[in-house]
């Protein structure tokens, strides 16, 4: 969850280290905090965002070529100074960031007040740099034996980078179901959460893998060894990121900037897998162990927020188009109840970071099962891409704001493809219906382009709603994960109640809260079930509720029932999400903005759940 940011090399620490919190800040902002090694060890850390820490620092003594920064998303101890990030041991030579949770801290907290250590704050990590300390000191350690000793006791999950002020020409890192990067540059190095701090220095990066400790030093360059001192060899992999997709480009916030960039996206989610002059849809994860899926007995997608929802339209997809059995699990739950899993299951993982804790969880008891595991993420090289048998990148680039938009279409238009290629390969749809999707999802791309026209009209109408203090959204079949997609983007950036309702459960209960006051979204784009719709929103309507309804271009019945309408254009309808979630995005969109939240940062969430 947290953002880590480290730097050793011949330039300023301090600027380069700023810059990457600022990048990172998505990962968390309750607190933030810097420690810079020139001769003394200099730290600074301040409650808020990084420009809070900024002007808190802007006097102090900010030089030095080694230093690390820190990005904080509470978990052990309220977000205050003290509990910012980065954390001394007791004697002030080491000094940490950490990014996860240290299970056992209170036990070893316990044992470490008895040989007198005293602690300053509420943290695991300070738990754990003390333990550092100890044992660095009753053995007469390097840093890098201290650590790898240190983390031998500890369990949890963690990413650390510890600094020594009696050995300043050295960063010790390691990595345990928390992403962790090591940038390499010309006589420099970089350390980082993920690549987007590390890409305006370097293309050179090596992830480190679970258990790994990386030792870092200009003399010695980058050395890997495993928390059983092993050696291993670094794999270094080129990274292609762009830097203007970490800026707003003009757009005031990244999530408006990121509902504009569906078109491309889906279009990049696309190149080279689907070919509508030819009629072929392909995606390589699937086509190496193509016999392997086609011959499971289901497929059980597992995930987390807006990709749950996404694996709730994928189920619909494969099931009516591959007719193969689909569930679809949070994470969180499947890893705790002791499923029913076999060698013939496939299981699926849907994460945009690739790093979700509970989703990678779920894929490691999937593995213990004996299923075959499909990764479908965002973000090359994360944990997810490498630990699963194969899958499917969606190549949406850099997701900054904490409210998926880009990646969940993305995710949408890669589990598409693979519902095609199932039901080509099993012969389950003719070959001119396949030929039509093919088609259909080609025409995505243009079609979101319309889509977003709408915008001025999605801006009037979130005016009339910015007051709200619940909402509800209604849809159908393709539509229902839609709608709980648009009432979770609500939630999350406008702190609005909303509940997301298959619109004909709607009568089962939601309908008691409907009155004057009550705005009811309701997807209605569906024509297998159009009628039901209607009658859905005309029993909203009898209880006095406000409907806004998103419909097909031309759809004259709903808009001379529903009090607002939005227009989408028309698409066969498995591809009904890909269009119908646009308005919904910018309406949470428009009415945070409204409210004066802050839509890339929203209060008490984080990009990337990396703790459980």
């Given at each position: 969850m947290c953002g880590i940011v480290g730097y050793l090399g011949n330039k300023q620490a301090y600027p380069i280290i700023l810059k990457g919190l600022k990048r990172l800040e998505y990962r968390g902002y309750d607190s933030a905090g810097v420690a810079l090694l020139n001769g003394s060890l200099n730290v600074y850390?301040?409650?808020?965002?990084?420009?809070?820490?900024e002007e808190f620092s802007s006097d102090k003594?900010?030089?030095?070529?080694v230093g690390i920064g820190h990005?904080?998303?509470?978990?052990?101890?309220?977000?205050?100074?003290?509990?910012?990030?980065?954390?001394?041991?007791?004697?002030?030579?080491?000094?940490?960031i950490h990014n996860g949770i240290i299970e056992n801290y209170a036990s070893i907290k316990t044992i470490l007040e008895s040989r007198g250590h005293v602690f300053k704050s509420e943290t695991d990590t300070e738990v754990l740099v003390h333990l550092i300390e100890e044992i660095q000191k009753n053995g007469d350690l390097n840093l890098e034996d201290a650590v790898r000793l240190a983390l031998n006791e500890v369990t949890g999950a963690y990413a650390i980078v510890v600094m020594d002020r009696m050995d300043p020409g050295k960063l010790v890192a390691a990595r345990k179901a928390s992403p962790l990067v090591v940038g390499i540059g010309e006589e420099e190095f970089f350390l980082a959460s993920d690549a987007t701090p590390i890409v305006e220095y370097t293309n050179q990066v090596v992830y480190l893998d679970d258990g790994e400790i990386?030792?870092?030093?200009?003399?010695?360059?980058?050395?890997?060894?495993?928390?059983?001192?092993?050696?291993k060899t670094p794999y270094v992999q080129e990274i292609n990121m762009k830097i203007d997709a970490l800026e707003k480009g003009g757009y005031d916030y990244f999530m408006h900037k990121e509902i504009y960039e569906q078109p491309t996206t889906i279009s990049d989610a696309m190149r080279g897998r689907l070919n509508p002059?030819?009629?072929?849809?392909?995606?390589?994860g699937f086509e190496k162990f193509k016999n392997r899926i086609i011959n499971a007995d289901r497929l059980i997608i597992v995930a987390c927020g807006t990709s749950w929802h996404s694996g709730l339209v994928a189920e619909y997809l494969l099931e009516e188009l591959a007719r193969i059995p689909v569930e679809v699990e949070y994470a969180s739950e499947f890893r705790y109840r002791n499923p029913v899993l076999s060698e013939k299951d496939v299981v699926i993982a849907i994460s945009q970071s690739g790093e979700t804790a509970d989703t990678l969880a779920a894929l490691e008891l999937a593995k213990q099962k004996g299923a075959f595991t499909y990764g479908v993420c965002n973000v090359v090289g994360s944990s997810i891409a490498r630990i699963t048998d194969t899958g499917s990148y969606i190549h949406a680039g850099p997701e900054i704001g904490v409210a998926?938009?880009?990646?969940?279409?993305?995710?949408?238009?890669?589990?598409?493809?693979?519902a095609l290629c199932l039901a080509y390969e099993k012969g389950t749809i003719s070959r001119t219906y396949y030929q039509e999707l093919v088609s259909a999802l080609a025409q995505i791309p243009n079609k979101i382009k319309e889509t977003l026209e709408c915008d001025p009209v999605v801006r009037n109408i979130s005016a009339a709603f910015k007051d709200s203090s619940n909402a509800l959204y209604l849809g159908r079949g393709y539509n229902f994960p839609v709608a709980l997609e648009g009432a979770l983007k609500l939630k999350e950036i406008s702190y609005i109640h909303a509940e997301g309702y298959p619109a004909a459960e709607m009568k089962h209960g939601p309908i008691a809260l409907i009155?004057?006051?009550?705005?009811?979204?309701?997807?209605?784009?569906?024509?297998?079930?159009?009628?039901?719709?209607?009658?859905?929103?005309?029993?909203?309507?009898?209880?006095?509720?406000?409907?806004?309804?998103?419909?097909?271009?031309?759809?004259?019945?709903?808009?001379?029932?529903?009090?607002?309408?939005?227009?989408?254009?028309?698409?066969?309808?498995?591809?009904?999400?890909?269009?119908?979630?646009?308005?919904?995005?910018?309406?949470?969109?428009?009415?945070?903005?409204?409210?004066?939240c802050d839509v890339d940062q929203p209060r008490n969430l984080a990009k990337s759940v990396t703790v459980e």
């Open positions: 850390k301040k409650k808020g965002k990084v420009k809070e820490l003594n900010l030089s030095g070529t990005t904080r998303w509470a978990t052990h101890g309220v977000p205050d100074d003290i509990n910012a990030h980065p954390h001394l041991s007791g004697n002030e030579r080491l000094v940490i990386a030792i870092i030093s200009l003399e010695e360059g980058l050395r890997l060894i495993d928390i059983k001192n092993v050696v002059e030819k009629g072929w849809a392909r995606l390589g998926s938009t880009k990646a969940f279409t993305g995710q949408i238009t890669v589990l598409s493809l693979m009155d004057e006051k009550m705005p009811v979204f309701v997807v209605a784009t569906n024509e297998s079930a159009y009628e039901k719709i209607v009658s859905n929103v005309q029993e909203v309507k009898a209880r006095k509720g406000v409907v806004i309804a998103i419909v097909n271009k031309g759809d004259t019945v709903m808009k001379g029932i529903a009090d607002y309408s939005i227009e989408i254009p028309s698409t066969m309808e498995p591809f009904t999400p890909l269009l119908s979630v646009i308005p919904l995005q910018l309406l949470s969109y428009h009415i945070a903005v409204l409210r004066g």
